[in-house]
Nanobody
Framework: QVQLVESGGGLVQAGGSLRLSCEAS????????MGWFRQAPGKEREFVAG???????YAADSVKGRFTISRDNAKNTVSLQMNSLKPEDTAVYYC?????????????????WGQGTQVTVSS
């Protein structure tokens, strides 16, 4: 069992930056591929970025070049650095853990989820 807790959300102006963190407890994160997802009001949850157990990363086209996912297995954390934020990035952001090596954009492949952290970008 893995417990995930996100932090770092908040209110920021368009063009600003935020860094989200996801801290795990229960098991070491090095055993999992990790992902960040988000859900805006009235919309379905969508994939943002993922990182495999080996450190391979990829991101959704909508955030590519602006958001970067990283992991620190020693600290049992995964982070999402978000730059050049836009109002359309406003959403609740969720961290998720997947019990196999490769990351995925498929929500159903993730086994554990955090409670989410709110990110609001004002124009």
């Amino acid at each position: 069992q893995v417990q995930l807790v996100e932090s770092g959300g908040g209110l920021v102006q368009a063009g600003g930056s935020l860094r989200l963190s996801c801290e795990a407890s229960g098991r070491t994160l090095s055993s999992y591929a990790m992902g960040w997802f988000r859900q805006a009001p009235g919309k379905e949850r969508e994939f943002v970025a993922g990182i495999s157990r080996g450190g391979g990363r990829y991101a959704a086209d909508s955030v590519k070049g602006r958001f970067t996912i990283s992991r620190d297995n020693a600290k049992n954390t995964v982070s999402l650095q978000m730059n050049s934020l836009k109002p359309e990035d406003t959403a609740v952001y969720y961290c998720a853990a997947k019990g196999t090596a490769g990351s995925s954009f498929r929500e159903y492949e993730y086994d554990y989820w955090g409670q989410g952290t709110q990110v609001t970008v004002s124009s």
